[in-house]
Nanobody, 115 residues
């Protein structure tokens, strides 16, 4: 059974930082591309950042230079370091695992950027 469990969301002031974590189980983690997506209130889900099995990174233009995705294959965990947060970063953030054996989602973690 595949599980992706996100953590690290919460309330932060504009300009602040958060680090999201996603722990995976039930998959051969190193073989999967991992991604972070977000869904702002009333909007569609969108890609934030992704990292391939070979550690190639890709970012949405709106977060380039502020967010960093990384993975620790020994811990089966992917991270999203978010700096210089803005109110428009407010969303539910979802972890995604994409590989030959399937595409999987976590349950999401809420990030609220507000003063």
């Amino acid at each position: 059974q595949v599980q992706l469990v996100e953590s690290g969301g919460g309330l932060v002031q504009p300009g602040g930082s958060l680090r999201l974590s996603c722990a995976a189980s039930g998959v051969v983690f190193r073989n999967y591309a991992m991604g972070w997506y977000r869904q702002p209130p009333g909007k569609q889900r969108e890609l934030v950042a992704e990292i391939t099995a070979g550690a190639v990174r890709n970012y949405a233009g709106s977060v380039e230079g502020r967010f960093t995705i990384s993975r620790d294959n020994a811990r089966n965990t992917v991270y999203l370091q978010m700096n210089s947060l803005k109110p428009e970063d407010t969303a539910v953030y979802y972890c995604n695992a994409n590989g030959q054996r399937g595409n999987y989602w976590g349950q999401g973690t809420l990030v609220t950027v507000s003063s």
